[in-house]
Each structure stands twice: as structure tokens, then as C-alpha cells.
């Protein structure tokens, strides 16, 4: 049975990547902090649930340990939180939590699992980013550095993989209806208008697309498809896309 290691299981895009793997026969060891949400997915579905910071790298040590030399097959990195704030309105603790996840965190279960799936040859590595990746927005100075930092990871790490048998790949999701906006108060007002131009995706949605590249794996992909229209434009014309999106998000 293929083993699977998901952050971020406990809401939103990781949980249901988490119970739509268990659904497809993967056997899902599911990683978020909160452990009473992920006893509940546990219940729901039959992942194994381990509680952890995934930014602790003693925590991510103990995964390791606890795994007794099992390597995951596929990993998706979809832990991430992360109010939007200007640099000014950011506090040093707030910004090394929101560089702690997404970023510090993928990097560090890459890490634990990476040189066992080299000298395995196959495995891929999924991380989950926002379009702020690639194009930050009025008041997401550390969001979108934290954002953009995952992104270079994933480049960096499709620069030392090439030709290992072990693929990076990335998938950006625009807006998703996921408990990002209740857990991160403050952050949805702050969207560009011209999100609502592109459709909404469901966690189970994004779950969906996330098997799909399990299934054709490709180092890139974003949805939906206006989004990645925009992503287009901008790589043609990044001062378009940087001046639309800044008139079309709410003043402060
Ligand atoms: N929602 C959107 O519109 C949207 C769009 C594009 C991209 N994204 C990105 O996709 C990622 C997932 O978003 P989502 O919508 O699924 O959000 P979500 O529903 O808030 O889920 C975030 C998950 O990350 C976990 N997490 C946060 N910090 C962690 C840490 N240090 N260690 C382990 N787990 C941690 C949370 O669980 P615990 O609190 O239990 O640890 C939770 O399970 C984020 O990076 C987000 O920026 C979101």
C-alpha cells in the first residue's frame, strides 16, 4: 500500500487531500498541531494521526523515528497560516510563525525524508502555495515572503532533483474555501477584487487536483484556469498584473 505524509491535516486542503488518499486505499499518516482535530480525521477516514509543529525539528525527528525506516511515497506540504498584514504592522514573532508554515516546515519534513527517497529513486514532494508566490498583494509582506521563500524551495530542489526519480512539484490554488479566512482573521477582506474574477475551489476540489498530479505528475500547476491565465500574463508582463492587482485591493 503507497504511504502518504500530509501537513496540514487537521482542515481545509490537507485534510481532504488526507481522506481522499485514504479513499483511494493510501495508507495516510496526517500531521497538524491540533490533535483533537486529527483524532476526528483518524475516525473519519483511518489516517494515522501525529500531532506536531512541523516547523519543530525535533518533532519532525521523533516522525522520523516513529516511521522505524518508512519512507512516504508522496509527501504534500499543505501546513500554512498567516495573517495579512503591511512589514510595519508585523511582529518579529508573527513573522517567524508565518515563516515557520509554510516554509520552514516544508523544508524540514523535505529534509527528514529526502536522502531515503533518493537512494530509493522514486518518491514526489507536493507543495501547496498561494499566488502570492508569485505576485504579493497590498498587505502580505511576510505571507508573501513566506510564499515566495516555498516556491524557491520548490526550485532549488527541481535544480538538485533532476534526473533522482524524485520529483518537487507545486500547485498554487487561488482563493479555496477552507477555514484559512476564520483561523487567520482579518485576511479575506484583504483580497483583490479581481479574485473574484476566478472561481472558488472546495478543499475536496483541490484534493482532487492534488490526486491528479500524484497520477500525472508535473513540476507545475495552478487552478483554476484563469488564475493560471493571469500567471501567463504576468510572466509576459509582471507590471500589468502587479498594477491590477494593487488598484484592485481594498485600501488599508
Ligand atoms: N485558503 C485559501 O484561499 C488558499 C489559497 C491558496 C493557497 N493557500 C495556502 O494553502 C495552505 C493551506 O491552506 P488551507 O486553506 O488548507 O488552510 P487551513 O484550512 O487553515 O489549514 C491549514 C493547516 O495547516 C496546519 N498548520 C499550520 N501551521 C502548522 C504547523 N506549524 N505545523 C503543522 N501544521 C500546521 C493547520 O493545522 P493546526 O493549526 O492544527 O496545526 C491546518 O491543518 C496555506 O499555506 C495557504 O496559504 C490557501
Redesign the pocket.
Known amino acids: 500500500m503507497p504511504l502518504a505524509l500530509v501537513?496540514?491535516?487537521?482542515?481545509?486542503?490537507?485534510?481532504a487531500t488526507a481522506i481522499a488518499l485514504r479513499a483511494r486505499g493510501w495508507e495516510v499518516i496526517a500531521?497538524?498541531?491540533?490533535e483533537s482535530?486529527l483524532v476526528t480525521l483518524a475516525e473519519t477516514c483511518g489516517a494515522k494521526a501525529v500531532a506536531?509543529?512541523?516547523?519543530d525539528p525535533e518533532a519532525v525527528e521523533r516522525l522520523v523515528a516513529q516511521l522505524a525506516g518508512r519512507c512516504p511515497d508522496v509527501i504534500v506540504n499543505?501546513?500554512?497560516?498567516?495573517r495579512w498584514h503591511r512589514l510595519e504592522d508585523t511582529s518579529p514573532a508573527e513573522a517567524r510563525a508565518m515563516m515557520?508554515?509554510?516554509f520552514f516546515?516544508a523544508f524540514l519534513v523535505a529534509r527528514a525524508f529526502l536522502p531515503a527517497m533518493l537512494k530509493r529513486g522514486t518518491g514526489q514532494i507536493i507543495h501547496?502555495?498561494?499566488p502570492a508566490a508569485y505576485q504579493p498583494w497590498p498587505h502580505s509582506a511576510l505571507y508573501a515572503a513566506s510564499?515566495g521563500a516555498l516556491r524557491s524551495l520548490h526550485e532549488a530542489l527541481r535544480q538538485d532533483l533532476a534526473g533522482s526519480g524524485v520529483l518537487s512539484s507545486h500547485i498554487?490554488?487561488?482563493?479555496?474555501s477552507?477555514?484559512?479566512?476564520l483561523?487567520n482573521p482579518g485576511t479575506e477582506e484583504r483580497l483583490p477584487r479581481i479574485a473574484r474574477t476566478f472561481r472558488t475551489l472546495s478543499?475536496e476540489a483541490c484534493a482532487a487536483l492534488i490526486l491528479r498530479l500524484i497520477d500525472r505528475p508535473r513540476a507545475e500547476t495552478m487552478h483554476p484556469p484563469l488564475l493560471a491565465f493571469y500567471l501567463r500574463v504576468w510572466r509576459i508582463w509582471p507590471g500589468l498584473v502587479r498594477w491590477l492587482i494593487r488598484i484592485t485591493s481594498p485600501r488599508a
Open positions: 501537513t496540514g491535516a487537521s482542515s481545509g486542503v490537507g485534510r500531521v497538524a498541531r491540533r482535530e506536531l509543529n512541523a516547523a499543505a501546513a500554512g497560516a498567516g515557520d508554515a509554510p516546515a501547496v502555495n498561494s510564499r498554487t490554488f487561488g482563493k479555496v477552507s477555514d484559512y479566512f483561523s478543499p
